[in-house]
């Protein structure tokens, strides 16, 4: 026998998901090698349409030397120096 959910359960459940979708923002993070000016997040938001309407943080981490690394949803966009020197790196040792 196949139980059926109660109408009233489901709008309580309906509304749960509804409330911790509205809850859970999206944000994207800026790591940069120092911390970046209101001024310097926004021209980065307005350089990037996939991060220009969402909560911008910044993380501070000095090992990327310079440049700043883009992270939002899945996604990671290295613009640094270390990422940039990593990515020769690789691509040296496959050449040797």
């Known amino acids: 026998m196949i139980a059926t959910i109660s109408a009233d359960i489901k709008e309580e459940i309906d509304n749960y998901l509804k409330t911790k979708t509205n ?3 999206i944000r994207a993070t800026v790591i940069s090698s120092y911390k970046l000016s209101a001024e310097e997040i926004a021209k980065i938001k307005a350089s990037f349409a996939v991060i220009n309407n969402l909560e911008v943080e910044n993380q501070v981490d000095r090992s990327i030397m310079s440049g700043v690394i883009i992270k939002y949803g ?3 966009i290295d613009l640094s120096i270390a990422g940039q020197l ?3 790196k690789k691509l040296f040792y496959e050449i040797a």
Request: net charge positive.
């Open 23 to 25: 809850q859970e923002k």
């Open 74 to 76: 899945s996604y990671v």
């Open 86 to 88: 990593n990515k020769f």
